[in-house]
């Protein structure tokens, strides 16, 4: 009895550290957004990579990611991070506009 509820503690403490690394700390490849949108569309998901531009005029804030598969725009309300450094984001896709076979894609990040 006692190896059966250590057994089941061990697998249910074993599925939350997994959905929480899923969830929670892994981020997803921009690559991977770019190629199937519309697989991530209406989640909140993560991406993580290194401020390459930022820009800031009036309302309108936003930096450039950049992580080992591609490049994103991020649209934020919150202060800008630094060229250079190294940032996590949460938040959701949506497109920016569509021409043609043309699509630009932004990254919304979430407020906290």
Do not use: C
Not at 58 to 86: C, H, N, S, W
Not at 95 to 102: M, P, T, V, Y
């Amino acid at each position: 009895m006692k190896k059966a509820v250590v057994g089941i503690l061990a697998m249910v403490l074993l599925g939350v550290g997994g959905w929480y690394y899923l969830a929670e700390v892994q981020a997803t490849p921009i690559a991977k957004i770019v190629a199937n949108p519309r697989d991530y569309a209406g989640k909140e998901i993560a991406i993580a990579g290194k401020v390459s531009d930022r820009f800031s005029f009036f309302v309108i804030k936003y930096f450039a990611l950049q992580d080992q598969t591609g490049e994103m725009i991020v649209v934020t309300d919150r202060p800008l991070p630094a060229v250079g450094t190294t940032v996590r984001v949460k938040g959701h896709i949506e497109e920016g506009f569509s021409l043609a076979d043309q699509q630009a894609l932004v990254f919304v990040e979430s407020r906290q």
